[in-house]
C-alpha cells in the first residue's frame, strides 16, 4: 500500500509538470504490484490520457487511504536506498570482472587449441636437453668414483697382504735369514699401501669436487623446474581439451552474456538475505561453470529456474533494521573496494593488455606457431647433438632419447664425500 500511494503522488506531481514519461514510468512499476479495484481505474484513465479525472481519482484515492499508512521511518528508507544503489554498483562490478574472466577463460582455450601441442612438445625437449646436460656431470662424478673405489679396493689387498706378512713373521725365527727376506717383503708392501693411499686421498678430493660441482650445478634445479612446468602444462592441457565447449554464432554468445547477466542478478550470493548465501553460493558455482563452457542451454535452464521457482530475496528488499543495514551497507562497500581493485589489477596486467590488443587472432596464432616450430627445430637439433655428438642430423634419423640414459637416483652419494 505504501508504495502504491507513494507512486500515485509522484503520477499526480508528474501530472502538473506535464511529464508523460515518468507518468508512463510508474504505471509499468504499479501495474507489477498488488493492486485493488480503485487503482486498476486510476491506471486506465491514465492510460487513456484522461488525466484530468485521474488527478481527482488519485487525490481521493490518497485522502482516503492515508490513514492506513503507518508511520513511516525515513532513515530507513533512506538506508534501504543506499544500499539498493550499493548493489547496483557491486553487480555492475561483478559483470564487469566476469566480463574480464570471460575473456581470458575464452583466449587460454583459443591459445591451447591452436599451440598446445607444440607448447608441449617444447617443454618436454627442454627437460631432455636440461637432463642430458646434467647427466654428464653425472657420468663425470661416476666416473671418479669408480675409480676411487678401484684404488680404495687395491689399498684394501694391500692392507691384507701386509698383515697376512706380519702374521707369519711373528711364527718366524726373529734372526733367521728367511724372517729377514720376509721383512724386507713386508717393507716394500709397506711403501707400497702408502703410495696408494695417497693415491686413495686424492682420488677422494676428485670425487668430493665432482659431487659438488653436480649438487651445486644450476642446471639441476633448471631440469628440475622444467619438468615441473611441462608436467603441469600436460595436465591443464588435458583439462582443457577433456572438458566440453561449444561454439557459438555471435547472437547466441549474446544471448549467453545477457541471460547469464539475469541470472546473476537474481541469485549473485553478495546481494541476497543471508540466509540464502548458501544456496545461491552453489547455483553461481554451476551457473559459471556453464558460462566458461559456453554452455547456452544450461545456462538459460538455470536462468528459468530462477526466475519461474522462488526468487532470491535481495538484502534491501529485506533488512527492516538499521543497524543490519549500516552493517550491510559497510559489507557491500569492501566489497566493491576490493572489486575495483582485482578490476585494476586485472585490466593493467601485460597479459591481458597483450589479449586486449590483438586485432587478428588468427594471423596471432599463425605467427606463435611459426616461432615455436622454429624453437622446437633447434632443441631437436641440440638435444640430437647432445646424445649423438660424433653425428650430424638428418630427417631420417629419429630423435634421441636421453631418458633412456636415465641415472639411478640410488647409490649416488656418499658420507665418504
Same mark, same amino acid.
Given at each position: 500500500m505504501q508504495q502504491i500511494l @507513494?507512486? &500515485? %503522488?509522484?503520477?499526480k506531481t508528474s501530472i502538473t509538470l506535464e511529464d508523460e514519461e515518468i507518468i508512463e514510468l510508474q504505471i509499468i512499476k504499479i501495474k507489477a504490484m498488488d493492486i485493488d479495484d480503485s487503482v486498476a481505474d486510476i491506471l486506465k484513465q491514465l492510460e487513456q490520457q484522461h488525466f484530468s479525472s485521474a488527478f481527482k481519482a488519485i487525490e481521493a484515492y490518497i485522502n482516503q487511504n492515508t490513514g492506513l499508512v503507518a508511520y513511516e521511518d525515513k532513515e530507513?528508507?533512506?538506508?534501504?536506498?543506499?544500499? @539498493?544503489? &550499493? %548493489?547496483r554498483q557491486l553487480q555492475a562490478l561483478v559483470e564487469r570482472k566476469n566480463d574480464c574472466d570471460t575473456e581470458l577463460d575464452d583466449f587460454n582455450r583459443e591459445y591451447h587449441a591452436n599451440l598446445g601441442e607444440?607448447?608441449?612438445?617444447?617443454?618436454?625437449?627442454?627437460?631432455?636437453?636440461?637432463?642430458?646436460?646434467l647427466l654428464e656431470k653425472q657420468l663425470a662424478f661416476e666416473k671418479h668414483k669408480q675409480a676411487y673405489d678401484a684404488q680404495k679396493e687395491n689399498v684394501s689387498e694391500s692392507k691384507q697382504k701386509i698383515a697376512e706378512q706380519e702374521a707369519l713373521l711373528d711364527s718366524l725365527d726373529d734372526f733367521s735369514e728367511e724372517y729377514d727376506a720376509l721383512y724386507e717383503a713386508c717393507k716394500a708392501l709397506q711403501e707400497e699401501l702408502n703410495a696408494q693411499e695417497e693415491q686413495l686421498s686424492e682420488q677422494r678430493q676428485k670425487v668430493k669436487l665432482a659431487k659438488s660441482e653436480l649438487e651445486e650445478d644450476p642446471v639441476h634445479e633448471e631440469y628440475i623446474e622444467a619438468q615441473e612446468e611441462s608436467a603441469q602444462f600436460e595436465e591443464e592441457y588435458a583439462i582443457i581439451k577433456a572438458d566440453e565447449d561449444y561454439e557459438l554464432t555471435p547472437d547466441e554468445l549474446s544471448a549467453l552474456k545477457l541471460a547469464y547477466?539475469?541470472?546473476?542478478?537474481?541469485?549473485?550470493?553478495d546481494i541476497v538475505s543471508d540466509e540464502l548465501k548458501d544456496q545461491a553460493h552453489e547455483i553461481m558455482i554451476e551457473l559459471n561453470a556453464a558460462r566458461k563452457k559456453k554452455d547456452?542451454?544450461?545456462?538459460?535452464?538455470?536462468?528459468l529456474a530462477l526466475q519461474s521457482g522462488t526468487q532470491f530475496d535481495v538484502a534491501s528488499d529485506t533488512i527492516q533494521d538499521k543497524t543490519l543495514l549500516n552493517l550491510k551497507i559497510s559489507d557491500i562497500k569492501q566489497k566493491i573496494i576490493v572489486l575495483n581493485n582485482e578490476i585494476d589489477i586485472l585490466e593493467q596486467n601485460e597479459e591481458y593488455q597483450e589479449i586486449r590488443n590483438i586485432t587478428d587472432k588468427p594471423d596471432y596464432f599463425v605467427a606463435l606457431?611459426?616461432?615455436l616450430q622454429a624453437e622446437k627445430d633447434r632443441l631437436t637439433q641440440l638435444l640430437f647433438t647432445l646424445t649423438n655428438p660424433a653425428e650430424s642430423i638428418s630427417d631420417s634419423e629419429p630423435l634421441a632419447n636421453p631418458s633412456s640414459n636415465k641415472p639411478e637416483e640410488d647409490g649416488y652419494w656418499s658420507d665418504e664425500f
Amino acid at each position: 500500500m505504501q508504495q502504491i500511494l @507513494k507512486r &500515485l %503522488e509522484l503520477i499526480k506531481t508528474s501530472i502538473t509538470l506535464e511529464d508523460e514519461e515518468i507518468i508512463e514510468l510508474q504505471i509499468i512499476k504499479i501495474k507489477a504490484m498488488d493492486i485493488d479495484d480503485s487503482v486498476a481505474d486510476i491506471l486506465k484513465q491514465l492510460e487513456q490520457q484522461h488525466f484530468s479525472s485521474a488527478f481527482k481519482a488519485i487525490e481521493a484515492y490518497i485522502n482516503q487511504n492515508t490513514g492506513l499508512v503507518a508511520y513511516e521511518d525515513k532513515e530507513l528508507n533512506a538506508l534501504k536506498l543506499e544500499l @539498493k544503489s &550499493l %548493489e547496483r554498483q557491486l553487480q555492475a562490478l561483478v559483470e564487469r570482472k566476469n566480463d574480464c574472466d570471460t575473456e581470458l577463460d575464452d583466449f587460454n582455450r583459443e591459445y591451447h587449441a591452436n599451440l598446445g601441442e607444440i607448447i608441449h612438445q617444447v617443454l618436454q625437449l627442454r627437460a631432455q636437453i636440461l637432463q642430458q646436460q646434467l647427466l654428464e656431470k653425472q657420468l663425470a662424478f661416476e666416473k671418479h668414483k669408480q675409480a676411487y673405489d678401484a684404488q680404495k679396493e687395491n689399498v684394501s689387498e694391500s692392507k691384507q697382504k701386509i698383515a697376512e706378512q706380519e702374521a707369519l713373521l711373528d711364527s718366524l725365527d726373529d734372526f733367521s735369514e728367511e724372517y729377514d727376506a720376509l721383512y724386507e717383503a713386508c717393507k716394500a708392501l709397506q711403501e707400497e699401501l702408502n703410495a696408494q693411499e695417497e693415491q686413495l686421498s686424492e682420488q677422494r678430493q676428485k670425487v668430493k669436487l665432482a659431487k659438488s660441482e653436480l649438487e651445486e650445478d644450476p642446471v639441476h634445479e633448471e631440469y628440475i623446474e622444467a619438468q615441473e612446468e611441462s608436467a603441469q602444462f600436460e595436465e591443464e592441457y588435458a583439462i582443457i581439451k577433456a572438458d566440453e565447449d561449444y561454439e557459438l554464432t555471435p547472437d547466441e554468445l549474446s544471448a549467453l552474456k545477457l541471460a547469464y547477466r539475469k541470472a546473476c542478478k537474481l541469485c549473485h550470493p553478495d546481494i541476497v538475505s543471508d540466509e540464502l548465501k548458501d544456496q545461491a553460493h552453489e547455483i553461481m558455482i554451476e551457473l559459471n561453470a556453464a558460462r566458461k563452457k559456453k554452455d547456452l542451454k544450461r545456462v538459460t535452464e538455470i536462468l528459468l529456474a530462477l526466475q519461474s521457482g522462488t526468487q532470491f530475496d535481495v538484502a534491501s528488499d529485506t533488512i527492516q533494521d538499521k543497524t543490519l543495514l549500516n552493517l550491510k551497507i559497510s559489507d557491500i562497500k569492501q566489497k566493491i573496494i576490493v572489486l575495483n581493485n582485482e578490476i585494476d589489477i586485472l585490466e593493467q596486467n601485460e597479459e591481458y593488455q597483450e589479449i586486449r590488443n590483438i586485432t587478428d587472432k588468427p594471423d596471432y596464432f599463425v605467427a606463435l606457431n611459426k616461432g615455436l616450430q622454429a624453437e622446437k627445430d633447434r632443441l631437436t637439433q641440440l638435444l640430437f647433438t647432445l646424445t649423438n655428438p660424433a653425428e650430424s642430423i638428418s630427417d631420417s634419423e629419429p630423435l634421441a632419447n636421453p631418458s633412456s640414459n636415465k641415472p639411478e637416483e640410488d647409490g649416488y652419494w656418499s658420507d665418504e664425500f
